[in-house]
């Protein structure tokens, strides 16, 4: 059964996610620091009266973030879950495209868990995409953060 998935491009890589926790899409804003909270920790945004934790896509999918990137076109991805919305910094966000989960490849399924969100990869007109669960690993990390 086709799904709608939203595609996010962290480092030249294409990322996939279901778009059922995805709330809104936001451009890159200044964040609040937190002292002492772990590398994947960008900062705290204030949403609408709502306080959201804002995470660095390249540290949770274990990427390097050149320092010298220009922060004024990247996007932030806000996604819901049981325990708050979080946001996740992306380079771009492209499209909404349909997918069947039948058909994520998920060699790697040994290695997952709640500190991984790669669940398999897919491919979509010559185009490799990376399917992840930001919504498991948001939660992990979230409950690492000690403020």
Known sequence: MLQDWIVFIVDNEHYCHTVTAVKEVLRFQDLNEVPGAPPSVWGMLNLRGEVITVFSGW??????FNLNRETSDLKIIVIETLQGKYGVVVDRVEQIIHIDPADITTERQGQMSEDNPV???IMIEGQLMI???????CSTQSGQINL
């Open 119 to 121: 669940r398999g990869t």
């Open 59 to 64: 540290a949770l999918f274990n990427l390097d």
């Open 131 to 137: 399917a992840c669960d930001l919504t498991t690993i």
